[in-house]
C-alpha cells in the first residue's frame, strides 16, 4: 500500500521559511518523479515544483522561483519542500505527489500517488 504523508505545514509570517516533508512508503522515490502542489481556498489545485525521476532535473512555477527549493533524500525516502521569504499568497494546503519514472510533470492528471495535504498559512 502506498503512502505519502506530508508534515511540516503550520503558520508563519511574511518573510518566514519552512520545510515541508513528504515521507513515502510503499514505493521507493528513486523510481518517480515527485513534485508539490498546492490549493488555496476556492482555487484550482496548482504546480509548485517537481524533480524528475532519473535526471534530478527540477522545475518551478514562476512565482516560486528564488524562494522555493525541491530536494530528495532517497536513504529516507522522503521529499523535501523548503519554502524562504514565504508570502500571504503562498497560504494554502500543499500535496505530495509521485509519478512513476516520470519527468517532472506540471500536470497533476500525470501523478499516479497523491498525499493528504498539509496546512501552510502566511499572514500578512
Known amino acids: 500500500q502506498v503512502q505519502l504523508v506530508e508534515s511540516g505545514g503550520g503558520l508563519g509570517q511574511a518573510g518566514d521559511s519552512l520545510r515541508l516533508s513528504c515521507a513515502a512508503s510503499?514505493?521507493?522515490?528513486?523510481?518517480?518523479?515527485m513534485a508539490w502542489f498546492r490549493q488555496a481556498p476556492g482555487k484550482e489545485r496548482e504546480f509548485v515544483a517537481a524533480?524528475?525521476?532519473?535526471?534530478?532535473?527540477?522545475y518551478y512555477r514562476d512565482s516560486v522561483k528564488g524562494r522555493f527549493s525541491i530536494s530528495r533524500d532517497n536513504a529516507k525516502n522522503t521529499v523535501y519542500l523548503q519554502m524562504n521569504s514565504l508570502k500571504p499568497e503562498d497560504t494554502a494546503v500543499y500535496y505530495c505527489a509521485a509519478d512513476y519514472r516520470g519527468y517532472g510533470s506540471r500536470r497533476s492528471v500525470d501523478y499516479e500517488y497523491w498525499g493528504q495535504g498539509t496546512q501552510v498559512t502566511v499572514s500578512s
Open positions: 524533480l524528475s525521476w532519473s535526471h534530478g532535473n527540477s
Open positions: 510503499g514505493l521507493t522515490i528513486s523510481n518517480y518523479a
